[in-house]
């Protein structure tokens, strides 16, 4: 949540994310994207920024 730094956890099926939290990215602009977040409403994030939660699970889906 928020893209801070991955928690992970011990769990009874096994280890997993704490911090856990699913967006929509729908749209971008050069190397910002636009974030729809149930949470936190929509807005600009840096591609960078983005990444480094993406890489904790290397987890997406894509609706074509």
Known sequence: MGFEAPQWAQYSFGKALRN???????GFFGELLHVSDPIEGR???SLARFKQAYDARLWAIEIG
Do not use: C, F, R, T
């Not at 856990?20 to 729908?26: C, I, W, Y």
């Open 43 to 45: 807005y600009w994030l």
């Open 20 to 26: 856990n939290h699913a967006v929509l990215v729908d």
